[in-house]
């Protein structure tokens, strides 16, 4: 009987331990964006071709889309937060960058919630700062103020006229007086996903519905905004108006 309180024992302790571990394990989390028109996937396969319609009922074609995330933040149960560096450029023409793991670790273990900024933070929104962007062309000319594209979304449309007309839904830092630029408004925006649990083993699924650029709240007319949009302020405040319910976290 003796022996078998000892065994116990060790297995209690040994079980306890395990748990521990789990509970202070480490792992790089890797985020992953797939892309949907309503309820269909959408990748470059589906580029170039006018079959798809707005809630404003344009028909519209997707001939490029690529945006830009950053600032990858997790919260604790107990409020404490944790922000990832780095960023990442969603490329879907080229369907490179689809998924993107930080260097910097993090604890196992439930988040009340894990967030990114579309776009960057006026602080690292700084011209000619990275690289790879630049080479990327993603930059923001400097008579609207410099920095970095949030977003560049292209395609055709069918306009009033029955014509095929190309758009621009371009998303940037939102400038008035082009030239001598004032900022009326930040248009980069915090995207919160909601509670995940971190395993040894976690990815971070996340969708981007398209249609909602053109909807919710603003029911977007492409008649009326489908090019120059950048050195429009008030563009820009309505992208990011609608831009609040485009991304959603994939169970």
């Not at 116990?8 to 892309?35: E, G, T």
């Not at 960057?120 to 594209?149: C, R, T």
Request: charged share 15%; proline share 3%; hydrophobic share 35%.
């Amino acid at each position: 009987m003796k022996r078998l309180y000892i065994l116990c024992a060790l297995l209690l302790f040994y079980a306890c331990s395990s748990d521990l571990d789990d509970n202070l394990r480490s792992v790089n989390v890797k985020m992953s964006f797939s892309h949907y028109w309503e309820d269909s996937t959408i990748t470059n396969a589906d580029f170039n071709d006018l079959k798809f319609t707005n809630a404003n009922g344009d028909v519209l074609s997707i001939e490029r889309l690529r945006y830009l995330i950053s600032g990858i933040e997790f919260t604790k149960t107990d409020g404490e937060t944790i922000v990832l560096e780095g960023y990442n450029l969603v490329d879907v023409t080229n369907q490179t960058n689809l998924s993107f793991t930080p260097d910097q670790k993090i604890a196992t273990g439930t988040y009340s919630n894990v967030s990114f900024i579309f776009g960057f933070k006026n602080e690292q929104n700084i011209s000619s700062a990275y690289p790879d962007l630049n080479a990327a062309s993603w930059n923001v000319p400097m008579q609207l103020g410099g920095g970095y594209h949030y977003m560049q979304f292209d395609g055709k449309f069918i306009n009033n006229m029955e014509e095929t007309q190309g758009y621009n839904y371009h998303a940037i830092r939102a400038v008035d007086n082009p030239g001598n630029p004032s900022f009326p408004q930040d248009t980069f925006f915090k995207v919160d996903l909601g509670e995940v649990t971190i395993g040894t083993a976690t990815e971070i699924n996340v969708a981007m519905h398209i249609e909602e650029w053109f909807q919710n709240p603003y029911t977007w007319d492409l008649n009326l905004y489908n090019q120059m949009l950048m050195p429009n302020s008030t563009a820009q405040i309505l992208i990011h108006g609608n831009g609040q319910n485009v991304f959603s976290l994939k169970k």
